[in-house]
DNA sequence: GCCCGCGATGTAATCGATTACATTGAGTGT
DNA sequence: ACACTCAATGTAATCGATTACATCGCGGGC
């Protein structure tokens, strides 16, 4: 009744192997194997199944070919945030990867939530998916500090851009630590010596390694870090703005802030402008990512590029290489890149001399 | 041999109903009613049930299930460039509302290339998804201009932001002709006489509302349409900053420019003020979309506030109607809102005077 | 002339769940 | 006490492909 029903009310019925069978007079596992396998079917009989399937209009079944062989062809790709433009360009890049070797991609938006992340862990026990790519930087089930028990998967995962820490699988990432040292060094290069930095949710592990890598530099310049100079953040431009506010209002200013996004850098930069100051002329701003809009804002805004689309590549490489039982490197390191733009320049003398000895 | 491999390989092989059964002592048909129809099983059955669930970490086969139900519980979503900042937040309202409802969501990125949107048509066409929401303007097969012969798909489809033009399915999108109209005729309520338009590319239905109610509102206030006024565009932070230099090179200048959409607005603006113009003290600019960085630049952008996000659930609402058998709106229109922040002022009088009659 | 090997193909088991239909047994009305 | 209903459960067909194993027939080696 029931399939009857559905019958009658779609129209045709979606063709299967078996109308392809008997159109092309062949068996079903001859039509299988002339899309599986053709050099192991008869030039004439993979002529006639084709024939018979462009006919039909026939496509394979996937939850059938998915059931049969344990393989579905999916990858799930889960992230915090959906809405956090940096994620658009790397999902692209995976996207790109995924497509070109035959994948589709589901995608697993936490939004925070941990209901909704057991249900993605849910999509790779099932087999669902036949691997997963993690930009959250912690495992299935897995608390914020990276203990606990990670959920059994049953598939294979790469993380991409947060480095889960003591999880036993591949990470793609930008090495966060040099690049944040290279900019402070970059500040410091410029006379700078009181170099805030405006930090990001401190449970984020690709934060403590930007926030290392700023001390890293200060350190290397010979500079005392100061914790006064640590602003708290969180990737907003919001919190770019509210921490630009609490420099307006403080006595003792920072003559340069490297925020560790370019989103609060560039909250930062225009809560301070409308506050009165000059970037970079009284005080110089840095970011982090490179953003698309890190080059239209004004100043446009000195930042570390990441190469967000190759590290989406990259990482839906790894994923296929170990899908495919391929060697996979433990860890892939991308190169980032210094882009020096409007927003920093030299020390102001008056910041320099107000600051040489209070 | 295949089977033993894995086996061997993997550890433990994923619980099967059959397991959950005999551990409960009751029938596979038991264990599947007691998850899916609870009220059609005894008290007793299904507590053992869940138990044996628990014991043995059962997770249902997706695979199996959608192979005999028909039904994937999964939608793909279709777009013309992950990469566009615009989809992320109607992206985000789509995952939320299809968590909801159960469905997870795969995510065809077309890029452009015709081969992709063929292999998307396809999955529809196998039943791997049970519907579509598309944001890229055009059904599967169908050329730009809305003729020829869309691909049969078999499943419910709506189209999201871009109407399409001639198809018979259900459309979720904001009034962009009266938006644009109600830009044009905020601009000319400025003072504003020589309004320009920089569009976007002309195969897109969105645009050619966009520039309608363009030309809409140039009528609504009494002013000629001046097609020298009218710039080439792409949507592109790129083709702002080339229109804004070719109207640097112009000998007589619009006072006000109106851009459909954002990116666009901010390149034009960052190309006038490195021309020496004043904004909007000088030339006014407008924009299209109200994206995130509109409010962050220098000076804010005046712009047509889309809701985004309730786009995206209001099409994902739309299509579980739909995939339950529920009679769904074939169009609903969502209000825009005009958000005027520094980007546009009164019509300098130099450029009203130059205006007047040439 | 017989047998073996091998390429081409067919038959049917299998993947794991859903569900139509059958069966059982307890309760109810007369 | 008997027939009937209905709730609870079981049995087995089914979804559509893949693939192990069986079969067939042809050609070559001895």
Redesign the interface.
């Known amino acids: 009744m029931d399939e009857l029903d559905?019958r009658g009310e779609?129209g045709a019925r979606?063709a299967r192997i078996q109308d392809v069978a008997r159109l092309a007079e062949v068996s079903t596992a001859t039509v299988s194997r002339a899309l599986a396998t053709p050099e192991r079917v008869s030039p004439e009989a993979r002529a006639r199944v084709l024939e018979a399937i462009a006919k039909v209009?026939y496509?394979?079944?996937?939850?059938?070919r998915?059931?049969r062989s344990?393989k579905?062809n999916?990858v799930l790709v889960v992230l915090p945030?959906?809405?956090?433009?940096f994620?658009?360009?790397i999902?692209?890049g995976i996207?790109?990867a995924l497509?070109e070797a035959g994948y589709?991609?589901?995608?697993g938006?936490l939004?925070g939530s941990p209901d909704?992340e057991a249900?993605f862990a849910?999509?790779t026990?099932?087999?669902?998916v036949d691997g997963a790519l993690l930009l959250n930087g912690h495992l299935f089930g897995q608390t914020r500090d990276g203990r606990g028990p990670a959920a059994?998967t049953?598939v294979p995962l790469v993380a991409l851009c947060e480095a889960i820490p003591g999880a036993d699988i591949p990470q793609i990432e930008v090495d966060n630590r040099a690049a944040a040292r290279r900019m402070t060094r970059y500040l410091a290069s410029l006379g700078h010596r009181r170099i805030a930095y405006l930090r990001g949710p401190e449970t984020n592990v690709l934060e403590r390694e930007r926030h290392r890598g700023y001390r890293d530099g200060l350190k290397d310049e010979g500079l005392a870090f100061d914790p006064a100079l640590v602003l708290p953040g969180d990737y907003s431009?919001e919190a770019g703005a509210a921490a630009g506010a609490a420099i307006l209002a403080r006595r003792e200013r920072p003559s340069a802030v490297f925020c560790s996004n370019d989103e609060m850098a560039?909250?930062l930069m225009?809560t301070l402008?409308s506050g009165g100051l000059r970037v970079p002329q009284d005080i110089s701003v840095a970011g982090f990512d490179d953003i698309?809009?890190a080059a239209?804002?004004?100043p446009s805004l000195t930042t570390i590029h990441q190469p967000r689309r190759a590290l989406g590549r990259q990482g839906a490489h790894v994923l296929i290489d170990l899908l495919n039982g391929r060697e996979a490197p433990p860890r892939v390191r991308l190169k980032t890149e210094l882009v020096v733009r409007g927003s920093t320049g030299p020390a102001p003398r008056s910041a320099t001399k107000r600051t040489a000895k209070p």
């Open positions: 559905r779609g979606a209009g496509v394979p079944n996937p939850a059938a998915t059931l344990q579905s999916m945030n959906l809405d956090n433009i994620f658009s360009r999902l692209r996207e790109e497509f589709g991609m589901i995608i938006d939004d909704k249900r849910a999509f026990a099932a087999g669902q059994k049953g431009l560039i909250g225009r402008i698309e809009f239209m804002v004004e």
